[in-house]
């Protein structure tokens, strides 16, 4: 594929028909759902996507409804990845005996943070150390909330969730953020990248990439849900980019190990005074309520100086300061 | 670091789910190990809340691999530990609990069931694992499991539970269904001190005289934990009294797994626990466990007003399973009606014991559990 084939204009955008389409069940403000719509505009041909349990699982496929319109299956919690291998190596080999004629026939792994962080984190590195030639896509909401918001590995320090309980012993989530993409790039796999619903076309022009490069590739899409941060559901993807706009979840890219900052990164990288306090994030979502309390004031303290440690680490790599 | 009380002692209105976690408390659990899974997750919430306060622990785990492999540990570093899950989370954690059985690590595992197999029904009733519950590890093992019907057995069978782990040095399992667990109901919770605790019988010879699994008469080894001065050494592979690998051993073998096997059989009588309701004379014999006991038991008292001569038998424990009472309860039975909310489970044990061949099973799959007048009908179609 030549690179003027994606443009992805706002017009190419609409023109495009929804892979991922209307009439799910997904809860109003729901970034995950907007994220799925936004995959789907991004494919290049014969497409099949595995999904691990998780909410856009549910949300989408309620009997006798499936917002699917490309082959599609539902896995187990933890093996996504592993699907995906199996998958993959039986297209590659029925191609080989050329018994499919296609060109090129994608595969997408799709999983939450459980399913990604957590649980599925085995079959993953697996997955990619083997080298299968598959997008696994996180859609990451920073907590299982399909069961009811409890902590994951992606729930970031500090949030209050069911298991996380802020109250009068414990602040939140005691643990910080795992840093998975960095996980992944330590994988040295060839393709890994950040993404976030705001910046809809680099969203986009990411997914393609990583269905373009040969070998695994890893996407990490944030994706705020109103429901389990107790934010405004009409606020869900201002979220999205006031996430990025604090350095709370930075976007970038590693092609082959090589990181560089996506262009909305980029420019607070050049002007560090438009990056703004975590603060203003934190104060419009519930789940982190009580970290405005002067008793739990200390961890927003921690939240911010985090946030900075991990901002200038990643400025480093991508040979920034 | 303790903000609240352990025992809330008193009149509660309570879910199933929040039931069983206050009577692991009550028991004396200080670690939960866990991983979100519909309709158990309410346990490992209702514990995150309560652990900080009574000073114990909550960790969520990655998966429910981890949970179960973490309450090992934390059993043999001398807590009372448990783990709440559902059938997907049962499966995956089936080789841990061999190692459970085989390291014999007290540890107490809920499975509230829900519809299978696969992810199923998640948020339906099922009572799909209770043969998975006995035979689910490879290797043979004996394992004790209970079976609540009520919001109060969820609390009282939960603390049952552990008294039995303890006591046996076996995972003992609460295989709720999604019914019990999210119903709501009157919860007794007694004083603290009338609560029978049993804690798992400790070394006290001196160290070097200890063997980590030299059993006992009851075919129990005493229980040291890690750090108490004993020198210890705990294996998954056939072990002799020393805890060393014996693993080309045909008489350590036989020794070890018989012993694994006989400490739960030869004490069955202690452990089995069964509700007898008008067998005495009973033409008919229900057998059913958990929710469906429940409309089973309206069953029977309809049966009885049209004249037809029927009894309930619910085992509390499904494992062991209360042979003498069903055996008896059979002697004089011409039918045997086992409704289950699977596709025909514990009949097979029914079966097994009353070798009868009027055992009738009522399936029920994939929605709200046995209603009585299912049953009832069921029964007067059977019985002629």
Redesign the interface.
Same mark, same amino acid.
């Not at chain 1, 069911?162 to 309980?165: A, C, G, L, V």
């Not at chain 2, 969520?60 to 998966?63: G, I, K, L, T």
């Given at each position: 594929m030549q690179s003027e084939e994606w443009k992805f204009t706002a017009k190419d955008i609409a023109e495009k028909p929804d892979l991922f389409m209307s009439g799910h069940r997904a809860c109003a403000g729901c970034a995950p759902a907007t994220v799925m719509r936004l995959i789907m505009k991004a494919i290049r041909g014969p497409t099949i996507v595995t999904h691990a349990?998780g909410c856009m699982e549910v949300v989408s496929t309620i009997y006798p409804y499936t917002s699917w319109a490309v082959p599609w299956l539902?896995t187990?919690?933890?093996n996504a990845a592993a699907n995906a291998s199996g998958i993959e190596a039986a297209l590659k080999i029925m191609k080989k005996k050329g018994k499919i004629k296609h060109e090129h026939v994608d595969v997408i792994a799709i999983a939450g943070d /459980?399913g990604t962080?957590?649980?599925g984190?085995q079959a993953l590195s697996g997955a990619v150390e083997r080298g299968h030639d598959f997008l696994f896509v996180l859609y990451d909401n920073e907590a299982?909330m399909n069961? /009811?918001i409890?902590?994951s /590995?992606g729930t970031p320090l500090g949030a209050s969730t069911?298991?996380?309980?802020a /109250?009068?012993?414990?602040p939140g989530k005691l643990e910080p953020k795992k840093p998975i993409a960095d996980i992944m790039v330590a994988h040295e796999i060839p393709y890994v990248a950040t993404a976030s619903p705001y910046y809809w076309r680099d969203l986009i022009t990411k997914v393609r990439k990583g269905l373009e490069v040969e070998g695994p590739a890893f996407l990490h899409v944030f994706a705020p849900c109103p429901r389990g941060w107790r934010s405004d559901p009409a606020k869900s993807i201002e979220l999205s980019r006031l996430a990025v706009e604090t350095c709370v979840f930075p976007l970038w890219e590693a092609v082959n190990g090589e990181y560089q900052l996506s262009t909305p990164s980029k420019v607070l990288a050049l002007a560090p005074q438009k990056k703004k306090p975590v603060k203003e994030y934190v104060a419009v979502q519930g789940r982190f309520r009580h970290l405005l309390t002067p008793k739990f004031e200390k961890m927003l303290e921690e939240i911010q100086r985090i946030t900075d440690m991990r901002w200038q680490k990643l400025l480093k790599k991508c040979g920034i300061a | 670091m303790v903000?609240e009380k352990a025992v809330l002692t008193g009149m509660h209105f309570m879910s199933g789910d929040i039931a069983c976690a206050e009577g692991a408390i009550a028991a004396g659990c200080r670690f939960f190990a866990g $991983?979100?899974? +519909?309709p158990a +997750?309410e346990i490992?919430?209702h514990i995150? #809340?309560r652990m900080?306060?009574i000073g114990g622990v $909550?960790i969520?785990?990655?998966?429910e691999i981890a949970s179960i492999a973490a309450v090992i540990g934390a059993s043999y570093a001398g807590l009372k530990a448990m783990t709440a899950t559902s059938g997907?989370g049962f499966s995956?954690m089936q080789e841990n609990i061999g190692l459970a059985a085989m390291t014999e690590a007290p540890c107490v595992i809920v499975d509230v069931m829900r519809g299978g197999p #696969? +992810?199923g029904q998640p948020t339906l009733p099922g009572q799909q694992d209770v043969m998975q519950a006995k035979w689910g590890s490879h290797g043979d093992y004996e394992i004790i499991a209970l079976s609540p019907c009520s919001v109060q057995e969820m609390f009282d069978l939960t603390i049952e539970a552990f008294n039995l782990s303890e006591t046996y040095r076996v995972p003992a399992f609460v295989m709720a269904d999604e019914v019990v667990a999210h119903m709501w109901e009157k919860l007794v919770i007694p004083p603290a001190e009338e609560i029978k605790i049993v804690n798992r019988k400790r070394a006290n010879m001196p160290p070097e005289k200890y063997l980590p699994f030299m059993p006992d008469d009851d075919l129990v080894p005493p229980m040291a934990c890690f750090g108490e001065g004993y020198r210890f050494h705990a294996t998954g592979l056939t072990h002799n009294e020393y805890g060393y690998p014996r693993t080309q051993s045909s008489e350590v073998q036989t020794k070890l797994v018989q012993r694994l096997c006989e400490k739960i059989r030869k004490n069955a009588d202690k452990i089995v626990r069964a509700e007898e309701n008008m067998l005495e004379d009973a033409e008919v014999v229900v057998v059913a466990y958990g929710i469906v006991a429940r409309a089973a038991l309206s069953a029977v008292k309809k049966a009885r007003e049209k004249g037809i001569k029927a009894g309930l038998l619910r085992p509390i424990t499904l494992w062991p399973f209360p042979e003498k009472t069903l055996a008896k309860a059979a002697e004089n039975a011409e039918t045997i009606i086992v409704p289950e909310m699977n596709c025909g489970q514990l009949v097979r044990e029914v079966e097994r014991i009353t070798k009868s061949s009027r055992v009738f099973h009522l399936a029920k799959l994939g929605e709200e559990p046995h209603s009585p007048m299912e049953i009832f009908d069921f029964i007067r179609r059977k019985h002629k």
């Open positions: 349990t539902h187990a919690f933890e /459980g962080y957590d649980i984190i299982y069961t /009811g409890q902590r /590995g069911t298991t996380s309980p /109250g009068t012993v414990i | 903000k $991983y979100p899974i +519909t +997750t490992a919430e995150a #809340s900080p306060k $909550y969520q785990m990655e998966d997907p995956l #696969s +992810t």
